[in-house]
Nanobody, 117 residues
Framework: QVQLVESGGGLVQAGGSLRLSCAAS????????MGWFRQAVGKEREFVAS????????YYADSVKGRFTISRDNAKNTMYLQMNSLKPGDSAVYYC??????????WGQGTQVTVSS
């Protein structure tokens, strides 16, 4: 069982920055690949970024490359998403995700990010 809790969302002006956090429960955090997804109003949920269990390998959606950075601190059971140069198109509910081939996939409740012009 894994529980995920996102935080750090809020309202920010275009060009600004925001850092999201995802706190995870469990004793095997480092065995899970982690990721961020987002869903805007009226849109499908889309992939944003992911990171391997060790934190050594990361992937990003083309729309956020160069602006967002995913990271994790396994000692704190926490994953982060540093979002810079935010655009109105980044406005969405951001969801934390954890995946293990053995345990399956888990989702957080989401945190709202709103970017104003």
């Amino acid at each position: 069982q894994v529980q995920l809790v996102e935080s750090g969302g809020g309202l920010v002006q275009a060009g600004g920055s925001l850092r999201l956090s995802c706190a995870a429960s469990g004793r095997t955090f480092s065995t899970y690949a982690m990721g961020w997804f987002r869903q805007a109003v009226g849109k499908e949920r889309e992939f944003v970024a992911s990171i391997s269990g060790s934190g050594g390998i990361s992937y990003y959606a083309d729309s956020v490359k160069g602006r967002f950075t995913i990271s994790r601190d396994n000692a704190k059971n926490t994953m982060y998403l540093q979002m810079n140069s935010l655009k109105p198109g980044d406005s969405a509910v951001y969801y934390c995700n954890a995946y293990s081939s053995g345990a399956g996939r888990y989702w957080g409740q989401g945190t709202q990010v709103t970017v104003s012009s």
